[in-house]
Nanobody, 125 residues
Framework: QVQLVESGGGLVQPGGSLRLSCTAS?????????VGWFRQAPGKEREGVSC????????YYKDSVKGRFTISRDNAKATVYLQMTNLKPEDTAVYYC?????????????????WGQGTRVTVSS
């Protein structure tokens, strides 16, 4: 079973930037599966933020992060990145990645009931 480990979170001021990493335990896994980034803010449900497909390279973003977040993948490193710029307090959440989510224009959804520890992002002055 492929495991994903998130890292790169931290405390940043509004307008700042962070780059999150999602590294898979199996180097070849990212060759075959889409990967999605999700987040869960305190008191809120987990939501899809961005995803990238392996089959055609298509990328999708939640509307509120378009133009600020960029997802990319380095299959050789078995890592998917989420570059976040112009961060806002409402981006504060624990960020998770997931393998093989539903990844299309209409939704970014993980059907897996299993999540890693995530990485915490706090945007505050």
């Amino acid at each position: 079973q492929v495991q994903l480990v998130e890292s790169g979170g931290g405390l940043v001021q509004p307008g700042g930037s962070l780059r999150l990493s999602c590294t898979a335990s199996s180097r070849r896994s990212l060759d075959y599966y889409a990967v999605g980034w999700f987040r869960q803010a305190p008191g809120k449900e987990r939501e899809g933020v961005s995803c990238i497909r392996s089959s055609d390279g298509m990328i999708y973003y939640k509307d509120s992060v378009k133009g600020r977040f960029t997802i990319s993948r380095d299959n050789a490193k078995a890592t998917v990145y989420l570059q976040m710029t112009n961060l806002k307090p409402e981006d504060t959440a624990v960020y998770y990645c997931a393998l093989d989510p539903i990844c299309n224009r209409a939704q970014i959804t993980s059907l897996s009931g299993s999540w890693g520890q995530g990485t915490r992002v706090t945007v505050s002055s």
